[in-house]
């Protein structure tokens, strides 16, 4: 199965022509999954080989406008270009609280409808996940609660306090989890787990040994020994080719004011992520619009510029030194493949 990783937009604030708002995809099997939906996403979509009508989750970092001003627009155009031939699945989307309250307002305020249904699954921020709100009009509007449409109308998910973690979704290839990051909004970041697959069954041996396939091949495969006619005990080990180890992509955003508030670079930031996920590549992603994509950086730029993203490679590297980590840069429309990590 394949799996991998689209940067659609990679600056920070607002869209420029050279970097978009944050966005990126993950893809497998067909199936996309977005996370963070800045202004102009449906554009980036358009310009890259994959489908906005192949989204079926959406994941939503915090509430800042350059990760979230793109959704509504987004699923107005999906809704748009749905095929008549084909019953609309549900979208599900995860993000802060506030989020479900900001996409009816702005679907219904714009006399939108969306000919599929969708249900928004709201993270419940703690209290020391941002700085004290002022108890003003964002505080009022968290409080309250809208009248749901038709449609599921979506959880709430609290902190699992015990592991620090939020349990969003578990199906039988993927586990994910959300994790609280610290900003000016509350943040969340999000782990995919995909599920170690079993080896096969190594019929070949198994016909030469004279097992016939028939339930003795279900309980090998599942862990199982067997003790054949002739006495012979046979081992799962014996017979199941290697198991297929689970693949991981971990999606941070880190901020540059807390890491300057704290000393720290945020590049130097990442790499502690990376190094605590024990991530065997980190790639940087939504940098400040002063920062050139690297298919524009000409040739002797560099040389203690400030604003220049290699500089932050540069950074992330020395912090990852003895991780074997490798760092990567990424552009608009950058393709990660997630290769699958054989054990031997
Ligand atoms: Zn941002
Ligand atoms: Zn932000």
């Not at 749901?148 to 015990?162: C, H, M, S, V, Y």
């Not at 720290?264 to 990442?270: E, L, V």
Request: charge should be neutral; include cysteine; hydrophobic fraction near 40%.
């Amino acid at each position: 199965m394949t799996m991998d990783l689209t940067f659609l937009g990679t600056g920070s604030a607002y869209p420029s022509p050279h970097r978009g708002a944050s966005a990126l995809v993950l893809r497998t099997e067909g199936d996309c999954w977005l996370f963070d939906c800045g202004e102009g996403t449906q554009t980036q979509l358009m310009k890259s080989q994959l489908k906005a009508s192949r989204i079926t989750k959406v994941f939503i970092t915090h509430l800042h406008g350059d990760h979230l001003f793109g959704l509504p627009g987004l699923l107005c155009t999906v809704s748009l270009n749905l095929s008549p031939a084909q019953p609309p699945a549900c979208v599900d989307i995860y993000g802060p609280r506030g989020l479900r309250h900001f996409l009816r307002v702005a679907l219904s305020l714009s006399g939108s409808q969306l000919l599929f249904p969708y249900a928004v699954h709201e993270l419940e921020p703690t209290a020391d996940q941002c700085p004290p709100e002022p108890a003003g009009r964002r505080a009022g509007l968290l409080r309250r609660r809208e009248p749901a449409p038709a449609g599921a109308p979506g959880r709430t998910i609290p902190l699992d306090a015990a592991r620090d973690r939020y349990a969003l979704l578990e199906d039988e290839r993927f586990v994910v989890e959300a994790f609280r990051l610290f900003h000016r909004l509350p943040s969340f970041g999000f782990a995919v787990q995909e599920r170690d697959r079993p080896g096969r069954l190594n019929t070949q041996l198994l016909r030469d040994l004279g097992v016939k396939p028939g339930p003795v091949y279900g309980r090998l495969k599942g862990g199982e020994a067997v003790t054949l006619e002739s006495g012979r005990v046979l081992t799962p080990e014996e017979v199941l080719e290697e198991a297929v180890p689970g693949r991981k992509a971990t999606l941070a955003d880190g901020h540059r004011e807390r890491a300057v508030e704290h000393g720290h670079s945020t590049p130097a930031m990442a790499a502690a992520v990376a190094r605590a996920c024990q991530a065997r590549k980190l790639v940087l992603y939504h940098f400040s619009q002063r920062y050139r994509p690297l298919s524009l950086r000409a040739e002797g730029d560099g040389d203690g510029d400030d604003d220049d993203v290699v500089e932050l490679r540069r950074q992330a590297e020395e912090a990852l030194r003895d991780a074997g980590t490798e760092v990567v840069l990424a552009d608009d429309f950058l393709t990660i493949p997630i290769p699958i990590k054989r054990l031997r």
